[in-house]
């Protein structure tokens, strides 16, 4: 065994930081007896080439410098003290933990019994105590050293209201990608590779949101099944982007690929949002595996029962709950955040279940340390905010209820337009509400119509084409007995699911997901479109793939003419968003008499008349949103128009044709865009007419110019 020279070292920055003639180690643990560093010379090696206790605490972060460390070295770490479940302690320095800050891991965790801190199948089951040594089976650590050549390239920081969200997963976007080399497709490589990038600019979107990236961990009954936990809602490393999507093998190689997607998506305008799990980690439960933070600090990371430390709180539904209350565990979090923000330049952050984040002793607090110190924050203040504003606890659903600088994924939003395209009795007055921004959710707080996220699906439930293809859920593959995953039906199929050759099926289906894209793409807030929706992707009814990491999950590319008419509606449907500043205002509307004498929004009945009171209440749901371009704000040209310009969109949910009227002082007309599956080569369409036919379960909007009146 080599030794190295020692030193004191620092309590700060946490996990490994690189200084001339080595590095500075650090990590927290208020409760351990003894903590001690081992080095490894490969990922795979059963016992450390070096080991070095840390001596030195300073408020409860153990430290030490090393001499002779370099980028690449690989670690990890044991950690002595009392092994109490009862009370909430279980370490157990059999167990090689992984940093809480590692840069990178070396690769994916071997399951196998050594791994739990207590002896499997005894009867006192966690109360036992495991002997076993794990460090085969468990990746290891690496040293990274965080410099890198950004080029100067700038983030491309659009604006709220001139955000298109492209939700998506690495490996799924590109593995079947016919453009994307093989050696990258999956990876941070392929998702930014020439092909990929000319896809993007050409869809419109502005940013993507990627489902996670921090190192996950693959849940043991999902293995033992042959099945993974793909889509990455298992974190067991906060720094730590996985290794599963690189085409690098080194750790090194692993962040910089990274770093290399991040500027590549920048200088071509395109932000990246990163889904988080703050929430929990990969651990589970008390019969969970030592992996981190267990073994490093139990007592600390976790929230535990009042009653009996041996158990966990579980708001989120994986066994475990992080304790966002402790400082600790916050810093913990702010520092992942800045790593990312700073280091990788993120753009923002999707917190899942982010209610859990915001809980204090108990309820969802919205004056809560977590939510106090993001906002006083003065780098991740500045990025894109979103929360997921819920999770399985008591209280925990809080859409709207959260503060300003935050956005909120709106599962109102989603729920409203559903209901309004396929069911009864109509919900117009909540559907009008949802359509132009939630007001009623987030302007009493002075948040802006940005604050609303607006889709219509997502990675958690049925593609857009699923929706409209199949009547149930059929989630056989994921071995749960098709029990788990959302009732989210709103098909009504004529009794026929899935591929049918049935012209008059087909011709609906794809008229609903126009009509359902023409909605989200017209609304007022920050549209999400989940990836692959725009070319009738399919998960042949699955609506909780979170397991199938296979073709079930994977993007076709090969869709057919069918998919290449959906993709160029989608992408021509983007470019009216982002050409029409009416349909991305940063106000709310108010509904009142602007300018010219018509109102800034108003909603009509099919045949021209502005809807009565009773209006709203009947049972026909076809209706006409006129969108007015009302001053500077929505009409540019240093504010001097010649003409001004109005947006109908034409909704008609029914089963049966419907006639509209246009505004009768609109002087020219034309569509720009409907649901008509064959209609997309003739856009826009001339209009010598005041009459518009509206097939059913379809849409359409029509542009109307007015002479400006001074």
């Known amino acids: 065994m080599s030794q190295r020279r020692t030193q004191i070292g620092s309590p700060y920055p946490q996990g490994v930081t690189l200084e001339d003639g080595g590095a500075n180690f650090a990590v927290y643990s208020e409760n351990a007896e003894k903590v001690t560093l081992q080095l490894f010379d490969r990922p795979d090696a059963a016992e450390a080439s070096e080991e070095y206790e840390l001596r030195e605490v300073d408020d409860y972060v153990w430290h030490t410098f090393l001499s002779g460390v370099k980028s690449g070295d690989l670690y990890g770490y044991r950690v002595d003290g009392p092994y109490k479940p009862t009370h909430g302690l279980r370490f157990n320095s059999n167990k090689l933990l992984l940093d809480p800050y590692a840069r990178a891991l070396t690769g994916s965790i071997d399951w196998t019994n050594d791994l739990f801190g207590y002896v499997i199948g ?107 936990n793909y889509w990455g809602y298992n974190t067991i490393g906060f720094f730590a982007p996985d290794v599963r999507y690189s085409s690098e093998r080194s750790p090194a190689g692993l962040v910089n690929e990274f770093k290399e997607m991040v500027r590549t998506l920048h200088e071509n305008g395109i932000e990246v949002i990163l889904d988080v799990v703050y929430n929990h980690t990969g651990e589970g439960n008390h019969l969970g595996p030592t992996l981190s933070f267990r073994g490093i600090d139990n007592s600390v990371y976790y929230r535990l029962a009042q009653d009996n430390r041996r158990y966990y709180v579980d708001f989120t539904g994986t066994g475990n709950t992080l304790n966002a209350r402790h400082p600790q565990v916050l810093q913990l979090i702010m520092d992942s955040l800045r790593y990312w923000a700073t280091e990788m330049r993120i753009d923002g952050f999707r917190f899942d279940l982010a209610s859990t984040l915001a809980r204090e002793l108990y309820a969802v607090d919205r004056l809560s340390s977590f939510l106090d110190v993001i906002h006083q924050d003065p780098v991740i203040s500045g990025l894109k905010l979103i929360a997921e504003p819920w999770d399985v606890g008591p209280g925990g659903y809080q859409v709207g209820q959260f503060p300003i600088h935050w956005a909120e994924w709106n599962g109102k939003y989603r729920d409203s337009v559903r209901h309004y395209w396929t069911r009864t009795p109509n919900n117009l007055g909540e559907f009008a509400t949802r359509f132009s921004g939630s007001s009623d959710l987030y302007a009493a707080n002075g948040r802006k119509p940005h604050a609303s996220i607006n889709y219509v699906t997502s990675h958690d439930g049925f593609t857009i084409n699923d929706l409209v293809s199949y009547n149930q859920k059929h989630n056989e593959a994921n071995l749960e007995g098709n029990r788990d995953g959302m009732d989210d039906n709103i098909s009504h199929n004529m009794g ?44 042949e009814g699955n609506n909780n793939a979170y397991c199938q990491d296979n073709e079930t999950s994977w993007y076709n590319w090969d869709t057919g003419e069918k998919g290449r008419k959906l993709l160029e509606f989608t992408r021509r449907m983007i470019r009216i968003r982002m050409n029409y500043h009416v349909l991305r205002r940063r106000n709310f509307f108010q509904g009142t008499i602007v300018s010219g004498g018509v109102k800034d929004i108003a909603w009509f009945t099919p045949d021209g008349k502005e809807m009565s009171e009773q209006d709203w209440h009947t049972e026909n749901k076809a209706i006409g949103i006129l969108l007015s371009a009302t001053g500077i704000e929505e009409i540019g040209n240093g504010g001097e128009p010649v003409s001004e310009e109005d947006l109908m969109i034409l909704l008609n949910p029914g089963s049966g044709a419907v006639e509209f009227t246009v505004p009768q002082y609109w002087y020219s007309q034309e569509i720009l865009i409907d649901s008509e599956p064959d209609n997309q080569p003739r856009y826009p369409i001339q209009m010598d007419w005041k009459k518009v036919t509206v097939n059913s379960s379809g849409a359409a909007i029509i542009r109307g110019r007015r002479k400006h009146q001074s």
């Open 496 to 539: 026929v699911e899935g591929e049918t050759d049935d012209p008059e099926i087909n011709t609906l289906r794809q008229r609903r997901i126009r009509s359902l894209l023409i909605t989200l793409l017209s609304s007022h807030g920050v549209p999400m479109l989940l990836g692959g929706d725009e070319i009738g992707r399919t998960q």
């Open 122 to 228: 005894s009867e006192q089951e966690d109360m036992s105590f495991s002997s076993t040594d794990d460090t085969k089976w468990i990746p290891k650590c690496a040293v990274i050293d965080n410099s890198f050549d950004w080029r100067g390239v700038r983030r491309p920081r659009h604006n709220w209201n001139s955000t298109v969200i492209y939700e998506t997963h690495v490996k799924g976007l590109t593995f079947r990608h016919p453009g994307v080399e093989a050696s990258a497709c999956g990876t941070y490589r392929g998702l930014s590779s020439p092909s990929m990038i000319s896809y993007f600019k050409d869809l419109g979107i502005t940013a993507l949101e990627l489902m996670p990236v921090h190192h996950r961990v693959d849940n043991k009954d999902l293995v033992q099944r042959g099945l993974s």
